[in-house]
């Protein structure tokens, strides 16, 4: 988008966290935040929204994985 000129705007942002966050890419979600960040679109109710679901659910994500290896580490049977 931006190689052919065009800028993202605060709808455009916010529509695309939510595949960052089905898609658990915690690197592409910063990216997006620091870009949210530098040009002025925070605050806004839906791009913080937005934001706020994707770190939850990469935060969701990442606990699992933990959990799970710690349960498969520690003989537990659930």
Do not use: H
Request: glycine fraction near 4%; hydrophobic fraction near 40%.
């Amino acid at each position: 988008m931006q190689q052919e000129g065009f800028k993202p705007d605060v709808v455009t942002v916010a529509a695309v966290l939510p595949v960052c966050s089905e898609l658990r890419d915690i690197k592409q979600g910063k990216e997006i935040n620091c870009y949210a960040l530098k040009n002025l679109f925070l605050p806004n109710v839906s791009l913080v929204t937005s934001l706020i679901c994707t770190q939850s659910a990469v935060f969701q994500s990442i606990l699992s994985d933990c959990l799970t290896g710690w349960l498969e580490r520690s003989n537990v049977k659930a």
